[in-house]
């Protein structure tokens, strides 16, 4: 075997064991509804951010929780909610303002926080679903 496929063969190999790792990082993605009732039959931990594009709270955990997105310790997806467009939804939790975080462990609320930007209480809320 000459060199190039043993390099190609041992990046596979060594790709194939970072994969898992990687996904275990906090996953920021839009929410849908479908996203939220995926993750919460399987009692996956899955978090609600309540953002809207005009509150400078939003803007400010939104750098924060970037900043997670490489951290091993926080394996679970982080579902963006559009404050604005999605009243039901506010409603049927029971959110009154922008910038709620919302935190689960399949249905079981474990944290809820709002108007919160220092990091460690932030990534504190994330880890209780953990």
């Known amino acids: 075997m000459s060199a190039l496929p043993r390099f190609a063969a041992a990046l596979a190999t060594t790709l194939a ?5 990687a996904a275990q990082a906090l996953e920021i993605q ?19 951010h309540f953002h809207a ?16 997105k490489p951290d091993a310790t926080l394996a679970l997806a982080l579902l963006v909610v559009d404050y604005d467009a999605e009243r039901a939804l506010k409603q049927k939790l029971g959110v009154r303002t922008q910038s709620t975080l919302i935190v689960y462990r399949g249905k079981r609320e474990t944290a809820r926080l709002a108007g919160e930007t220092d990091p460690a209480r932030l990534k504190a809320a994330l880890q209780s679903a953990l």
């Open 30 to 48: 839009p929410y849908s509804a479908a996203a939220l009732d995926s993750a919460q039959k399987a009692d996956q931990p899955v978090a609600l």
């Open 17 to 21: 064991c970072l994969l898992p790792l």
């Open 53 to 68: 594009n005009w509150c400078p709270t939003c803007r400010a955990q939104e750098k924060v929780f970037n900043g997670f």
